[in-house]
């Protein structure tokens, strides 16, 4: 490593590069004249590749973000490191406008941090030009080919909008660049011009990635958590879901539980960081927006309630986990129906192969470490206990006897085998998973009644 990039280094609270690190990092600061790409897994010091040039080089660097909370999380990572750093953004009034551009006029700005939106005003623009730029950033790089179609086709303009900017140096950073992200960069990003792409392996081998079938999600999650160490993340997809399992969780569980979304005010989102950075036993509940760079080192469980669109999401946000480098678990919640095969296999390295990896050995799955049965074990029981009496109850006599209900027309059924073996669960909680065992197929009831006969229940 150069000696002489000990004091920023230091500044930076850093005392050493990885090797991918130093690579990325010689190669912008030794070129004069330089597009690249770089694919790092998340939690391998990305930020830092252009941190520490930006404090070399002689101009500012400008990094565009997709999202306010990773402009906000590195202005507070950049404060922290000494590194003066300004923020262009929607919503500032002139009066912190002007203070943007005082600052850039009269001091030796290291980074500015900026969004597609705002970059693309043409005052924005204009006024940039009279700034001199060292190396431009796209951060989270994959989000152009993701967005930029239809969501925010602004990303797709900027390639172009920067050319009067003159700025000798781009990099795009990214933790889930499969082939059809980094074409997309060549044709759109870079278009057409020779670039270099520095890919290191996508997997994580510090986490350990699991999967838990379900009856109820109500049951599981709160027995997940609680069983799990913590602080942890949970990713639900929706806005109203992420509201209603932070409050069923901290309910359940008494743990301090919270959810953040893109629908909270700046202020809401900047408070939940602050708490959630800080906490040592906390529960975020949140969508994807908390999904990319935000840095919180000691994650030690993500959990997905849903499967995202693409394999690349699911890793992006599983990544979360174990930024330090200890030992943490990436935990995926599916809904168990019989007509559903067993999947065989490593589940590493079936995340792994949408990046073209076939890595020889697996450094922890639930099926490398003999843990995967595809059946949560109330399912077992229940369909154990329900199989012995088989065209002997109806619907409603098998909930009864599941639910421990005896007396009146259920008289009788407490001396059945298997009597109160849901009888903890609460309404909703028995309601979730006993449809999850008709609609799954595990249990059948036929006849001309409304309660039907208990006919098949699938031997486990």
């Known amino acids: 490593m150069n000696p ?68 906000s999380d590195q202005k507070r990572r950049c404060d922290e490191a000494g590194l ?28 500015v941090l900026t969004n597609p939106e ?10 940039l030009n009279k700034v001199r730029f060292s190396h431009v950033v796209y951060d989270e790089a994959h989000c152009m080919t993701l967005w930029g179609k239809d969501f925010r086709p602004k990303y797709r303009e900027l390639p172009r909008a920067l050319e009067s900017l003159k700025i000798p140096r781009t990099t ?13 960069w060549e044709e759109h990003l870079f278009r057409g011009e ?16 699991s999967r838990e079938p379900y009856l109820s999600l109500r049951w599981s999650l709160t027995r997940a958590v609680l069983r799990e160490k913590r602080p942890a993340a949970v ?40 708490w959630f950075h800080g906490s040592r036993d906390g529960v975020l509940v949140c969508t994807n ?18 499967w995202p669109a693409r394999t690349e ?44 990896e076939t890595p020889e050995n697996c450094s922890g799955c639930d099926y490398c470490r003999g843990l995967w049965s595809g059946l949560p074990p109330e399912l077992t029981r229940a369909c154990g206990v329900l199989a012995k009496h088989v065209r002997r109850l109806d619907r409603l006599e098998c909930q009864a006897l599941l639910r421990g209900r005896s007396g009146g027309q259920w008289k009788g059924l407490e001396n059945l085998y298997g009597w109160g073996l849901w009888k903890n669960l609460d309404d909703l909680t028995f309601r979730d998973a006993w449809q999850s065992l008709e609609a799954g197929g595990w249990v059948v009831f036929r006849g001309h009644s409304a309660p039907g006969l208990l006919e098949v229940s699938r031997a486990i």
């Open 289 to 306: 927006a908390f999904g990319m760079g935000v840095d919180k080192p000691d994650i030690r469980t993500v959990i997905h309630l849903d």
């Open 4 to 71: 002489t990039w000990n004091p920023a280094l230091s500044a930076l609270g850093v005392e050493y590069l990885f090797p991918y690190q130093e690579l990325v990092v010689s190669r912008i600061l030794e070129s004069e004249s330089l597009r690249q790409g770089v694919v790092l897994p998340t939690g391998a010091g990305k930020s830092l590749c252009f941190q520490l040039p930006a404090l070399l080089f002689p101009h500012p660097t400008l990094v565009i973000y997709p999202l306010r909370s990773l402009m």
């Open 194 to 209: 020779p670039w270099t792409l520095i890919r290191a392996s996508a997997d994580r081998p510090n986490i350990e990635f």
């Open 172 to 184: 795009a950073f990214t933790a889930t660049a499969s082939q059809a992200v980094t074409s997309d």
């Open 118 to 127: 705002t970059l693309l005003l043409p005052s924005v623009i204009e006024r």
């Open 313 to 356: 999401d699911y890793l992006q946000e599983a990544g979360r986990a174990g930024r330090d480098g200890k030992a943490s678990l990436a935990l995926l919640m599916f809904r168990s129906t019989a007509d559903a095969p067993l999947v065989a296999g490593c589940w590493r390295k079936k995340l792994l192969h949408v990046f073209g």
């Open 84 to 111: 003066l750093t300004v923020i262009l953004q929607g919503g500032q009034t002139k009066q912190q406008r002007d203070e943007v551009w005082h600052v850039l006029a009269s001091s030796k700005v290291h980074m």
């Open 235 to 274: 990713f639900c997809r929706s806005r109203d879901g992420v509201r209603q399992w932070a409050h069923h969780l901290h309910r359940e569980t008494g743990l301090d539980v919270r959810h953040y979304h893109a629908g909270l005010t700046r202020e809401e989102k900047t408070g939940i960081e602050s």
